[in-house]
């Protein structure tokens, strides 16, 4: 073995038993007590006591290096982005292809690869995102299922940048994806509703950016994922509805799947931990994002979602801005640069909010982060598990750490944190990639970039 982390404590279903684990050429080969004799002989050993020794966190949702318009492109790249994520013990993430124009699935997939090849420093894979759909691109969505990456990403918002998948669109691309294995993630609010909405708050004398809040109300969402799922369930294609923010959406996804569909979905932890208020005053626009934050009514509905087993994963929609970039908005509500940055803050705001506070299990927030991502996108058992054979990509939690999140002190590039000065509980002690330690007590320390493309594997049903 080359590396042993031994005297931590492996989360299981109904109990939290010692477990060391052996390491040997970047893979798990026990998982288990560990001789002291064993140890000498290891090139290397982590002393893991008073920690909780997890599987390296799967996000499934992440935005880095992406171009929202002229001169706006998001705080964090590849390379700032992969190692925030490191820090904050997440060790895979699938962002998306960035479709031009006159580009086609495959091709869009090549350039995003290429990117993300040069700086990643974590694994990844990418979501393939579609603002249009000929027939002819089915072609393209077999091949890529052959380079694993077997997700397709579509928005049911968005006609006035002409990125929006009509009912008619939406209906076609399912059941070509039911054909070929594809799982069709979605975007769900309703367009239509939103442009309405938009019309009156945008006249209401001194609109600010508290106005967010009036032109996306809950029903824009869960009108619309009920719309989704009847329409996967028409064409038989699996279904996963992104970056939930209301509890009527995630209690549509419960029922789905009470009823045999294959429909998952997933929320992230501004929607847990934030409420609509934070987008008053005069800082409100730093948290525009896409969904809008809810009222706290719907924050305890999505943790009790969670717990129920009707979402699946914790993703982060990692989408950041600088304030400069914030501050374009120009006191114009649809013009702020939605996003918020969260993958390096994930597992200490959740853990905050559901272990720690009794509202989840110690096996249920793991699940959210690492094996429920990893199964749901083809990833499972080689990430997001600590079986022998699986990847060593590690983390040594510490869950009686305590600290305020400070934007100085995070690895992201953006000057700024929605969660500034809030206690949380929680840290990544070591992260380790592939058996490599890559980031320690919070801060990456991997040095030059070494992350993967990870093939995924086709939908099952």
Request: aromatic share 6%; hydrophobic share 40%.
């Amino acid at each position: 073995m080359d590396l042993v982390i031994a005297g931590g404590k492996r989360i299981a279903a109904r109990a939290t038993p010692r477990a060391d684990l052996g390491i040997r050429r970047g893979r798990i080969v026990t998982v288990g007590r560990i001789s002291r004799a064993e140890r000498r002989r290891a090139g290397r050993t982590i002393d893991a006591r008073g920690c909780l020794v997890l599987p390296g966190g799967v996000d499934p949702h992440v935005h880095f290096d992406l171009t929202i318009g002229p001169g706006m492109t998001t705080a964090d790249d590849f390379g700032s982005g992969s190692r925030a994520a490191l820090a904050g013990g997440v060790t895979t993430f699938i962002d998306y292809t960035t479709p031009e124009p006159d580009q086609t699935p495959l091709q869009a997939f090549g350039a995003r690869r290429a990117l993300a090849d040069r700086a990643s420093a974590a694994d990844y894979n990418l979501h393939n995102v579609l603002v249009a759909w000929r027939p002819a691109w089915r072609a393209d969505l077999a091949a890529l299922v052959r380079r694993g990456a077997p997700s397709v990403k579509l928005f049911m918002i968005y006609r006035d940048r002409g990125w929006q998948a009509d009912d008619g669109m939406l209906f076609e691309v399912m059941e070509h994806c039911r054909a070929l294995g594809v799982t069709v993630c979605l975007h769900a609010e309703n367009d239509a509703l939103i442009e309405t909405l938009t019309r009156r708050a945008r006249a209401r004398p001194g609109a600010s950016a508290a106005e967010l809040a009036m032109a996306r109300p809950p029903l824009v969402e869960e009108e619309a994922a009920v719309r989704a799922i009847t329409l996967a369930e028409a064409t038989g294609a699996r279904l996963h509805l992104v970056h939930l923010s209301t509890a009527g959406a995630a209690r549509a996804v419960g029922l789905a799947r009470s009823l045999g569909l294959p429909v998952s979905g997933e929320t992230c932890p501004q929607y847990l931990a934030l409420t609509r208020r934070k987008l008053s005053g005069r800082s409100g626009h730093l948290f525009g994002c896409c969904p809008v934050l809810r009222d706290a009514c719907h924050c305890e509905g999505l943790l009790e979602a969670l717990g129920a087993g009707w979402l699946d994963a914790v993703s982060t929609d990692h989408c950041c801005f600088t304030r400069a970039q914030k501050d374009t908005w120009d006191g114009d509500f649809t013009r702020i640069p939605y996003g918020l940055p969260g993958v390096e803050t994930s597992l200490c705001l959740t853990w905050t909010l559901g272990p720690a506070a009794g509202k989840l299990s110690l096996a249920r927030w793991q699940y959210l982060h690492t094996e429920g991502p990893s199964r749901l996108f083809g990833l499972h058992p080689r990430k997001g598990s600590l079986t022998p054979g699986a990847e060593a990509d590690v983390v040594v939690w510490d869950p009686e750490a305590r600290r305020r999140i400070r934007a100085r002190d995070l690895q992201t590039d953006t000057d700024w944190s929605p969660y500034e000065g809030r206690w949380v509980s929680g840290l990544a002690r070591h992260v380790l990639l592939r058996g490599r330690e890559v980031a320690r007590e919070g801060r990456y320390t991997g040095g030059e970039a070494r992350g993967r493309y990870v093939p995924r594997k086709r939908a099952r049903r």
